[in-house]
């Protein structure tokens, strides 16, 4: 508020010395012409009311600045009203700037009306109440604060709550979508299969898992002839590799590929887990997994000329120890499905960073120089 009324200040300002400037002038120009004659005189007002009215059927609204104003507004009242059609603007024109004038000179800087507005430490130390404690309401909220020496009338409380989106408690209860599939998430597991043409023009089939909760990848297998009863080996491996850690697994999510048969569906069934089907034409139903088949193929599979099931299966199994251990994650807080303790630098001024190429410079990753 301060600010603004600084700025008005300083326009005001200027448009008073603007003002004062060419009053002066006006009168250093009246000084002059006292000491013409009034022959001179009168031809020269003859000259300047025909300049006026040609430039009256030119110009429809000229435009003026604050001091053009002030000048003829003044003007105004040293001519008698006969002669004001001599002005290019109308007479209620002139009237109506001299009392903008007087407004602005007697008009003090209006206050605001009504209550203060609550500060903000109050208004978020309410809202902290609130999204941790879903069950309390206006009345406890402001019980609570009081506790701690913050007076907040419940209605202030209820204002808060509203503005910011939030319900009152009955209706704030339970945990939020967000929370919900996060909890979900850590026994959910998605398989799928995508293919990756070869510089022969030899199509090869890759299959994988990821984890919903940590994003964590595991490639299974590469292979041009993606049979069910390789696709249902690779299902056994992955069980084998998890050992002791595949008593947390509950769901595995899949599409309706003919190539996951009832063979693959018993693999996981013996152990208690169980297999999700996408609906028909769904691959929504399946994002996580499809949205990890174009990050591969972004950054790894359409930039490489591949060879064979040989080559692939090594570009592979590089990109995901990059994917797994480095890449960070937006779902992640920014931070990779399988990090490592990073120590932060004591002083940044000496912070250098040392890189570290994967698949031959196709990929770059950071660390600190030792």
């Given at each position: 508020m301060?600010?603004?009324y600084?700025?008005?200040?300083?326009?005001l300002?200027?448009?008073?010395w603007?003002?004062?400037y060419?009053?002066?002038?006006?009168?250093?120009?009246?000084?002059?012409?006292?000491?013409?004659?009034?022959?001179?005189?009168?031809?020269?007002?003859?000259?300047?009311?025909?300049?006026?009215?040609?430039?009256?059927?030119?110009v429809?609204?000229?435009?003026?600045?604050?001091?053009d104003?002030v000048?003829?507004?003044?003007l105004?009242?040293?001519l008698?009203?006969?002669?004001?059609?001599?002005?290019?603007v109308?007479p209620s024109?002139?009237?109506?700037?001299?009392?903008?004038l007087?407004?602005?000179?007697?008009?003090?800087?209006?206050k605001?009306?009504?209550?203060?507005p609550t500060?903000a430490?109050?208004?978020?130390?309410?809202?902290?109440?609130a999204?941790?404690?879903?069950l309390?309401?206006?009345?406890?909220i402001?019980g609570?604060?009081?506790?701690?020496?913050?007076?907040?009338p419940?209605?202030?409380?209820?204002?808060?709550?509203?503005r910011?989106?939030?319900?009152?408690?009955p209706?704030r209860?339970?945990?939020?979508?967000?929370?919900?599939?996060?909890?979900q998430?850590?026994?959910?597991?998605?398989?799928?299969?995508f293919h990756?043409?070869?510089?022969?023009?030899?199509r090869?089939?890759?299959?994988?898992?990821?984890?919903?909760?940590?994003?964590?990848?595991?490639v299974?297998?590469?292979?041009?002839?993606?049979t069910?009863?390789?696709?249902?080996?690779?299902?056994?491996?992955?069980?084998?590799k998890?050992g002791?850690r595949?008593?947390?697994?509950?769901f595995?999510v899949?599409d309706?590929?003919?190539?996951?048969?009832a063979?693959?569906?018993?693999?996981?069934?013996?152990?208690?887990i169980?297999i999700?089907?996408?609906p028909?034409?769904?691959p929504?139903?399946?994002a996580?997994?499809e949205?990890w088949?174009?990050?591969?193929?972004?950054?790894?599979?359409?930039?490489?000329l591949?060879?064979?099931?040989?080559?692939?299966?090594?570009?592979?199994a590089?990109?995901?120890?990059?994917?797994?251990?480095?890449?960070?994650?937006?779902?992640?807080?920014?931070?990779?499905?399988?990090?490592?303790?990073?120590?932060?630098?004591?002083d940044?001024d000496?912070?250098?960073?040392e890189?570290?190429?994967?698949?031959?410079?196709?990929?770059?990753?950071?660390?600190q120089?030792?």
């Amino acid at each position: 508020m301060r600010l603004k009324y600084g700025v008005l200040w300083g326009i005001l300002q200027g448009v008073w010395w603007s003002s004062l400037y060419v009053i002066l002038g006006r009168v250093l120009q009246l000084l002059v012409l006292l000491g013409r004659d009034d022959c001179s005189k009168d031809v020269e007002i003859v000259v300047l009311r025909h300049q006026v009215a040609v430039l009256r059927r030119q110009v429809n609204r000229p435009d003026l600045h604050p001091q053009d104003r002030v000048m003829l507004a003044a003007l105004s009242r040293l001519l008698p009203r006969a002669s004001w059609p001599v002005f290019f603007v109308t007479p209620s024109t002139l009237l109506r700037w001299h009392r903008d004038l007087g407004a602005r000179r007697w008009t003090y800087p209006p206050k605001r009306p009504g209550r203060p507005p609550t500060r903000a430490p109050i208004r978020e130390a309410v809202l902290r109440l609130a999204r941790e404690n879903p069950l309390w309401g206006y009345r406890r909220i402001s019980g609570e604060l009081a506790g701690v020496g913050i007076t907040v009338p419940p209605s202030t409380v209820r204002d808060i709550l509203k503005r910011a989106g939030l319900e009152p408690a009955p209706r704030r209860t339970g945990p939020t979508w967000s929370q919900f599939l996060q909890t979900q998430a850590g026994g959910i597991w998605a398989c799928d299969l995508f293919h990756v043409d070869t510089v022969f023009l030899r199509r090869l089939y890759v299959l994988f898992f990821i984890e919903h909760a940590t994003r964590a990848v595991h490639v299974m297998g590469v292979t041009a002839h993606p049979t069910s009863a390789w696709v249902a080996q690779q299902a056994r491996n992955l069980l084998i590799k998890l050992g002791q850690r595949s008593e947390t697994l509950r769901f595995v999510v899949r599409d309706r590929d003919a190539k996951f048969t009832a063979t693959f569906d018993e693999v996981f069934a013996s152990l208690g887990i169980r297999i999700i089907k996408t609906p028909i034409r769904a691959p929504r139903a399946n994002a996580i997994a499809e949205r990890w088949i174009g990050t591969a193929r972004r950054e790894c599979t359409d930039r490489l000329l591949i060879y064979g099931e040989t080559h692939l299966r090594q570009v592979l199994a590089e990109y995901q120890r990059h994917y797994n251990s480095h890449r960070p994650h937006r779902s992640r807080d920014r931070q990779p499905p399988l990090p490592a303790v990073v120590s932060a630098p004591n002083d940044l001024d000496q912070l250098r960073l040392e890189r570290r190429e994967v698949l031959d410079g196709l990929i770059n990753q950071y660390q600190q120089a030792a």
